[in-house]
């Protein structure tokens, strides 16, 4: 039969494995109780005769479910990446004798362990199926660009090099943005002694050289539809026409608003033309060209201050809460513009904490001390207009004086806004309470108005929009995942992203470009994006079983599911990024993928071996992350750090895509306790599914009730955030359990 299972278990000898461990048990274990045809053991299953063992078996039909009982999922993947089979792994070295003592005493324990691991990748084995690409996958290699700042063109001229075509959208009449109205910038190589040239003409005197790049000026995006490598772009040109092209990826490199000065009333911002911004200190530099710069009524500055950190870095209503990164180099750079057109004008840089960022950032800031620009730490109080000239007061934090001081001009080291769209979650608090991440997003409400104009126009149920961190900048972790968005297939670059300076906006670019290639390529193969890169499952639904219940098209925190008029759930493949969330959402557990379903799982639970209430062995359900919680365990192992005999661990794609199902179903089949391991939550989240963890929080806090209804202590279960770096606690969090189950009992669930 072409659809018939046949298991071929594949037990492996080395690391120390044959040494520990009953071998010739474990391949009767998968035999008998796994249901494997065969089984078989090697000396080193990962070296290229055991790989060739395994590949004929395959090759001569003897197995299509191979099971490899030998180190982690982790480990050997190139080596175990055989085509045409399912694959599951028993992790027998990092999850079994690197974390047991090597002991008569301890032989059993371990032994039983083994044994479980091995029942358990049976167990999934049985119920997985082999991935294909859904057919919705298109390979579109342009890349969609909307900004013509130095993000944009980088974007664009970056992956024209690598050979994809790219188109740049700009709103305006001319390329370059608010680099375009820079005198000079922060310099970019060594000696870093010098502004030099903004570098905006050469760029735009290469895009025009270069044939694979289009540029759309004075252009919008009207909508934006379909997915990656099949993006339906609407495109309004000036005429008022729109016309509509197809792009593989999307990159947003909007770019930023400049804090609006007009509330920083203190510093007479308006009320005199000689208290200025930055950015209008540029123009009265263009304008100089290099000689003594005016001011507006014309005189020759002799005296300028430059106060940094104005309206940022404050809890004041309407101010900035962060540092925007760039300012202080800038000022720095500004002084300079002084110094080189006149050495005896004297500049004022006035800081609290002076940051330059970057390889020359120290350097640049030594050859202003050089230039003779001083910097005095203090916080400036106000600016009082006297005339056409100005005092500034302030507090010197090094003299703890109250001083003031004349200056013909004071210039505002004023922050950074991105110029985001409108953030899709930003729901007021009386929305739906069911909706985890709506209400998530309420409580993280923004500290600083952004625009409400539409960047991206998508025609998605979650909006139209890249959702936003708490300060309005696209949601993208700046470890985890930089450039990557809640909305596959789209990065973001520049200081819509984060606030940086130029030349962080410009290697900003390039990493967006390389993130939109390869994401053009994988939905062209209908593989996932980061963090599953090359994982050609995709959810499926059971659609008389469906409820119509819409948790999983609002917990997805991807918009990777519309519905359809009749309310059932429309899976979008190339969105998806295989987390799962929508699985665990779903009450009647009717969503799956090919190779990871709520069978899969829950076939593991139930594949361990339950020992009596007599047997004094307990058994310790672990649902651990493979993105973070995972890792850790296999690097306390390597660390021969010790956990507890009578764990199962069960590693999930996120913890959003736990369902309680599981839990309900361990506990009832005799587990004595569970401990599910995510990743950390919040603004400072570290979940590679972003909102995962945080939906997962939610479930497992109502977890209480069942446990009631179960007559079942709640401390048989406990979820924790965990990092990748928690090698010597994700030990410590499975003993903890093994301490509470030894003191609240076994389960009265046992056989």
């Not at 027998?92 to 324990?109: F, H």
């Not at 003594?292 to 309206?311: L, M, N, T, W, Y």
Request: net charge neutral.
């Amino acid at each position: 039969m072409a659809d018939e299972i046949k298991i071929g278990a594949y037990v492996c000898k080395g690391c120390g494995l044959g040494e520990r461990l009953n071998t010739g048990q474990l391949e009767t274990t998968a035999t008998r109780d796994g249901k494997a045809k065969f089984a078989k053991s090697h000396d080193f299953l990962c070296s290229a005769d055991g790989v060739a063992m395994i590949q004929k078996d395959i090759d001569s039909g003897e197995t299509n479910h191979v099971v490899i009982a030998a180190c982690s999922r982790r480990a050997k993947a190139e080596a175990f990446a055989f085509k045409n089979v399912t694959i599951s792994r028993a992790n027998l070295r990092e999850g079994v004798i690197w974390v047991r003592p090597d002991t008569a005493e301890a032989k059993e324990t371990t032994q039983d362990m083994a044994d479980d691991y091995v029942r358990m990748a049976c167990a999934e084995s049985k119920f997985q199926k082999q991935p294909a690409p859904s057919g919705e996958q298109t390979l579109c290699k342009e890349i969609l660009v909307v900004g013509g700042g130095i993000s944009g063109m980088t974007a664009a001229l970056e992956a024209a090099k690598a050979g994809y075509p790219a188109t740049i959208i700009e709103k305006s009449g001319q390329l370059g943005g608010v680099m375009a109205q820079l005198h000079r910038r922060v310099p970019t190589k060594a000696p870093y002694a010098q502004p030099e040239d903004t570098s905006v003409e050469s760029l735009i005197a290469e895009i025009s050289a270069n044939k694979k790049v289009t540029v759309m000026l004075n252009a919008k995006v009207a909508k934006t539809d379909g997915a990656p490598g099949r993006f339906s772009v609407d495109i309004a040109v000036e005429s008022g026409s729109v016309q509509n092209k197809m792009f593989g990826a999307i990159v947003q490199a909007s770019g930023m608003k400049s804090f609006d000065a007009n509330i920083l009333t203190e510093f007479s911002y308006g009320k005199t033309p000689n208290v200025i911004t930055q950015l209008e200190l540029e123009a009265l530099a263009k304008a100089a060209n290099g000689g003594p710069i005016k001011r507006k009524d014309g005189k020759e500055v002799k005296s300028v201050v430059f106060v940094q950190c104005a309206g940022q870095r404050s809890t004041k209503p309407g101010h900035l809460s962060y540092c925007s990164g760039f300012c202080c180099t800038a000022s720095i750079k500004q002084a300079m513009y002084f110094k080189d057109a006149n050495p005896n004008v004297d500049t004022v840089v006035m800081y609290t904490d002076l940051r330059t960022p970057g390889a020359g950032g120290e350097d640049f800031y030594r050859s202003g001390q050089n230039k003779g620009v001083i910097f005095t730490k203090g916080v400036v109080n106000s600016v009082a207009p006297n005339g056409n000239d100005l005092t500034v007061n302030f507090k010197d934090l090094i003299l703890d004086e109250e001083i003031s001081m004349p200056a013909d001009l004071v210039v505002l080291a004023t922050g950074q806004l991105p110029n985001s769209g409108p953030d899709p979650y930003a729901v007021p608090m009386e929305a739906d309470k069911n909706d985890a991440e709506a209400v998530a997003a309420s409580k993280a409400a923004h500290e600083v108005a952004v625009s409400v104009e539409s960047i991206l126009n998508l025609n998605y149920r979650q909006g139209t929009d890249l959702p936003h961190l708490k300060h309005g900048f696209t949601d993208s972790h700046f470890i985890c995942f930089p450039y990557e968005t809640r909305r596959t297939g789209i990065y973001s670059a520049g200081p819509v992203r984060r606030p940086m300076d130029s030349w962080q906006a410009t290697i900003d670019a390039t990493g967006a470009a390389m993130k939109a290639i390869l994401e053009a390529e994988n939905a062209g193969k209908g593989m996932a994006a980061h963090p599953r890169s090359g994982d050609l499952s995709f959810p499926a639904f059971r659609k008389e079983g469906c409820t119509q219940c819409k948790r999983c098209t609002v917990e997805c925190p991807f918009g990777a599911i519309n519905e359809d008029e009749r309310g059932y759930p429309q899976f979008n493949e190339s969105r998806c990024r295989r987390c799962g969330t929508c699985m665990g959402a779903c009450p009647v557990r009717v969503i799956s993928f090919e190779n990871y379903s709520v069978d899969t799982v829950g076939s593991q639970i139930k594949g361990v071996d339950m020992p009596d209430e007599f047997s004094e062995k307990p058994r310790i359900l672990v649902l651990a992350c493979e993105n973070d919680a995972y890792p850790a365990l296999d690097m306390a192992a390597q660390n021969k750090l010790e956990y507890s005999a009578f764990a199962r661990v069960v590693p999930v794609r996120c913890l959003g895509s736990v369902n309680t199902i599981w839990l309900t179903d361990a506990l009832n089949s005799g587990y004595d306790g569970v401990v599910l391991m995510g990743c950390q939550k919040g603004d400072d989240y570290q979940c590679h599914f972003v909102k995962g963890s945080e939906i997962a929080g939610v479930r497992m806090s109502k977890i209480g009730d069942t446990l009631k209804t179960l007559n079942l202590e709640e401390a048989r279960v406990a979820t924790y955030e965990v990092a990748i770096t928690d090698v010597d606690r994700v030990p410590k969090l499975i003993n903890d359990m093994a301490e509470t189950v030894a003191k609240v009992g076994m389960s009265p669930f046992k056989f």
